[in-house]
């Protein structure tokens, strides 16, 4: 068989959510079926790290996709002329985009919906492309992959796609993820947050994450505790940090919220598994990759009750109503005085971890991918 595959978020040294998902389960996929070939098509010339084994025909279209009116040129130019070319058997999208001037099979990974739940959070032109064509690529594409039960249920309620065109695939985690000793621990706290015990919070700084509510709550928690504890987020803004900006400069505490940009997997691993807690409240999630890797790191975990959250933590997290600010603070001061419930939800994170690993979602992938070529 001769499999296409959508490689456009495979970016050297940029890998984010969607990457690391194309990323995990491609190099395991095509290295595990030798027997097949793989047509990856970049939107840009390809690094060789992501030709993973022999069975793998780069190609790369002309121009870059990373504009609404790129996109379409994309997939409905570019795209198929490649397919018609190799002709391949399927084609496989790893998130979410594909093309409607084909008629060669389609598995598509739709991770979350959010833009039909949250427009506010989208420029404009960005959301009109998502809306206008995601839910027809999802009536279009001969089985949909996505990342958690609730992600499923809201594809299928919300598209009004047949539950059983829905295959779930759980994200995993980076094998890099895994505890520290109180030496490294020490050293990381000291370089990161002046010798502090500190919550950190990963991910893009996005409305739809509740930075400014769980900025809030960490101004309520300073002031209940006075304690020295600070706040880390790592991760980049994604369309405004305006907002954020004009919160910071209203807090007693903001000298105590310190900004990393993104890291490096290697320095994230570190800086998770020396936190006091993962903070991670968003009003909405499709999964939620770093509670999982919180749990790896054997640290413990506060998120939302709501979406897909409570479904990934399980009981190894204290779950909070994202709106409600003094929740949030509450459960911060629980993690920080209580070293019986810290020490519980560790425990409860190396049970519920166990469902989580890149070689089952490779593994639900293809399952998904065979089921489509034999419909």
Same mark, same amino acid.
């Given at each position: 068989?001769?499999?296409?595959?959508?490689?456009?978020?495979? %970016?050297?040294?940029?890998?984010?959510?969607?990457?690391?998902?194309?990323?995990?389960?491609?190099?395991?996929?095509?290295?595990?079926?030798?027997?097949?070939?793989?047509? !990856?098509?970049?939107?840009?010339?390809?690094?060789?790290?992501?030709?993973?084994?022999?069975?793998?025909?780069?190609?790369?279209?002309?121009?870059?996709?990373?504009?609404?009116? %790129?996109?379409?040129?994309?997939?409905?130019?570019?795209?198929?002329?490649?397919?018609?070319?190799?002709?391949?058997?399927?084609?496989?999208?790893?998130?979410?985009?594909?093309?409607?001037?084909?008629?060669?099979?389609? +598995?598509?990974?739709?991770?979350?919906?959010?833009?039909?739940?949250?427009?506010?959070?989208?420029?404009?032109?960005?959301?009109?492309?998502?809306?206008?064509?995601?839910?027809?690529?999802?009536?279009?594409?001969?089985?949909?992959?996505?990342?958690?039960?609730?992600?499923?249920?809201?594809?299928?309620?919300?598209?009004?796609?047949?539950?059983?065109?829905?295959?779930?695939?759980?994200?995993?985690?980076?094998?890099?993820?895994?505890?520290?000793?109180?030496?490294?621990?020490?050293?990381?706290?000291?370089?990161?947050?002046?010798?502090?015990?500190?919550?950190?919070?990963?991910?893009?700084?996005?409305?739809?994450?509740?930075?400014?509510?769980?900025?809030?709550? !960490?101004?309520?928690?300073?002031?209940?505790?006075?304690?020295?504890?600070?706040?880390?987020? +790592?991760?980049?803004?994604?369309?405004?940090?305006?907002?954020?900006?004009?919160?910071?400069?209203?807090?007693?505490?903001?000298?105590?919220?310190?900004?990393?940009?993104?890291?490096?997997?290697?320095?994230?691993?570190?800086?998770?598994?020396?936190?006091?807690?993962?903070?991670?409240?968003? !009003? %909405?999630?499709?999964?939620?990759?770093?509670?999982?890797?919180?749990?790896?790191?054997?640290?413990?975990?506060?998120?939302?009750?709501?979406?897909?959250?409570?479904?990934?933590?399980?009981?190894?997290?204290?779950?909070?109503?994202?709106?409600?600010?003094?929740?949030?603070?509450?459960?911060?001061?629980?993690?920080? %005085?209580?070293?019986?419930?810290?020490?519980?939800?560790?425990?409860?994170?190396?049970?519920?971890?166990?469902?989580?690993?890149?070689?089952?979602?490779?593994?639900?992938?293809?399952?998904?991918?065979?089921?489509?070529?034999?419909?």
């Amino acid at each position: 068989m001769r499999i296409a595959v959508n490689t456009q978020h495979l %970016l050297y040294k940029k890998l984010e959510g969607i990457g690391w998902f194309a990323h995990e389960t491609l190099s395991r996929i095509t290295r595990n079926h030798p027997e097949h070939e793989f047509l !990856f098509i970049f939107d840009r010339p390809w690094h060789k790290s992501f030709i993973y084994s022999e069975n793998i025909v780069p190609v790369s279209t002309r121009i870059p996709s990373r504009h609404p009116f %790129l996109w379409y040129w994309h997939y409905e130019n570019d795209i198929p002329k490649i397919l018609n070319i190799y002709k391949p058997d399927l084609f496989f999208s790893p998130d979410g985009w594909m093309s409607l001037k084909t008629d060669i099979p389609t +598995v598509d990974v739709i991770h979350d919906i959010n833009f039909m739940h949250r427009p506010k959070d989208f420029p404009w032109l960005y959301l009109q492309y998502y809306r206008k064509f995601f839910p027809k690529y999802a009536q279009k594409a001969r089985r949909i992959i996505t990342v958690s039960e609730y992600s499923k249920a809201d594809i299928i309620f919300t598209f009004g796609i047949s539950p059983g065109k829905i295959d779930v695939a759980y994200n995993g985690c980076n094998q890099r993820f895994t505890s520290v000793s109180k030496e490294v621990k020490a050293s990381i706290q000291k370089k990161f947050a002046s010798g502090c015990p500190y919550f950190i919070y990963v991910g893009s700084l996005n409305p739809r994450k509740n930075i400014i509510g769980m900025l809030d709550a !960490f101004e309520k928690f300073k002031k209940q505790t006075q304690g020295s504890h600070k706040l880390l987020l +790592v991760g980049q803004p994604m369309w405004s940090a305006s907002d954020i900006k004009s919160k910071l400069a209203s807090m007693d505490y903001r000298g105590d919220v310190v900004f990393t940009n993104r890291l490096t997997t290697e320095v994230l691993q570190l800086v998770m598994a020396s936190a006091e807690a993962l903070l991670l409240v968003s !009003f %909405l999630e499709g999964f939620g990759i770093p509670v999982v890797e919180a749990m790896y790191c054997d640290i413990p975990v506060i998120c939302s009750n709501v979406t897909s959250l409570p479904e990934i933590a399980g009981d190894a997290a204290l779950t909070v109503n994202p709106a409600d600010t003094s929740a949030i603070a509450k459960a911060m001061e629980i993690i920080a %005085l209580n070293n019986l419930q810290r020490k519980l939800l560790v425990e409860n994170g190396r049970v519920q971890r166990e469902k989580f690993s890149w070689d089952n979602t490779a593994e639900a992938v293809w399952n998904s991918i065979l089921k489509a070529s034999s419909e």
